[in-house]
């Protein structure tokens, strides 16, 4: 299994940035896929969720602000993040049941 993160940049405060990771080796369409992220010096924490059905959950910081989606066709699953504060710089990670991507960092900074 491989899940492939893009997306992440410097970006200014109140600025959009959107995510994807694509997978592969893995029936992406029976898979919940998640994004989390991990600040410098925190632990790494979830952003948001969303199951095969497209049912989502998020995180109390991102609440209104993120959205996560999915392209079952693409394999892939989408953050596409809105109004980002300095505190949403953090290395973004997407996870499916068992695996974990790369990382994508994004830098929320002016």
């Known amino acids: 299994v491989q899940l492939q993160a893009s997306g992440g940049g410097l970006v200014q405060p109140g600025g959009s940035l959107r995510l994807s990771c694509t997978a592969s080796?893995?029936?992406?369409?029976?898979?919940?896929m998640g994004w989390h992220r991990q600040a410098p010096g925190k632990a790494r924490e979830l952003v948001a969720t969303?199951?095969?059905?497209?049912?989502?959950l998020y995180a109390d910081s991102v609440k209104g602000r993120f959205t996560i989606s999915r392209d079952n066709a693409k394999n892939t699953v989408y953050l596409e993040m809105s109004s980002l504060k300095p505190e949403d710089t953090a290395v973004y990670y997407c996870?499916?049941?068992?695996?974990w991507g790369q990382g994508t960092l994004v830098t929320v900074s002016s």
């Open positions: 969303i199951t095969s059905g497209g049912s989502t």
């Open positions: 080796g893995m029936i992406f369409r029976i898979n919940p």
């Open positions: 996870k499916s049941t068992f695996n």
